[in-house]
């Protein structure tokens, strides 16, 4: 690894007046830089993206990180719900009749698919926290979560989406 730093250079362009903006940035392993033209004799570099592109490990942490802010907000509803118990039985019977709506009953489709999700990846990356070897096999484990993740989901889908169909 060199420590040498990279000029960054682009230009800006207003209403009458071009500029080229220059800025020196460290070498760094995160980011790499792509030449994308010669203009008037400045070498123009910019910044294209991270190293990271997507292998199986950013994919699971993303769906991790979405299917657990999904789980998250669900929650924050179902308490705001329960709680709606305190303004009398008449009111919280219809905030939750909603739930019958088809689309909402879609969504706890979804719902059901995330929490899945959410436990059985989780418990891949307690296997890889407390095995550091399992880390060499992630993307075999991913797969068998993925695996896993599909036999256990398609009778919650058949069952949820049965109900579902009976409904419209």
């Known amino acids: 690894m060199h420590n040498e730093a990279l000029t960054w250079s682009f230009a ?42 997507g292998g199986q490990g950013q994919w699971a942490f993303a769906a991790h990180r979405i299917s657990g802010a999904l789980v998250f907000f669900f929650l924050m509803a179902h308490i705001l719900d329960t709680a ?48 550091p070897k399992a880390s060499d096999r992630q993307r075999e484990l991913l797969g068998f979560v993925i695996g896993l993740f599909m036999v256990l989901f398609a009778p919650a889908v058949f069952f949820m989406g049965r109900e579902l169909l009976h409904s419209l």
């Not at 760094?28 to 991270?50: H, L, N, Q, Y």
């Open 12 to 53: 800006v362009r207003g209403p009458g007046w071009p500029m080229l903006v220059s800025a020196q940035i460290p070498h760094s392993p995160r980011f790499f830089t792509a030449d994308t033209s010669e203009r008037r004799g400045v070498r123009t570099v910019e910044k294209v993206g991270t190293i990271y592109r």
């Open 84 to 131: 709606l118990v305190g303004f009398g039985p008449k009111f919280y019977n219809r905030v939750v009749g909603v739930y019958h709506n088809p689309v909402i009953r879609l969504m706890e489709i979804g719902l059901a698919g995330a929490v899945l999700f959410h436990a059985l990846n989780g418990l891949r990356i307690m296997a890889i926290d407390f095995f």
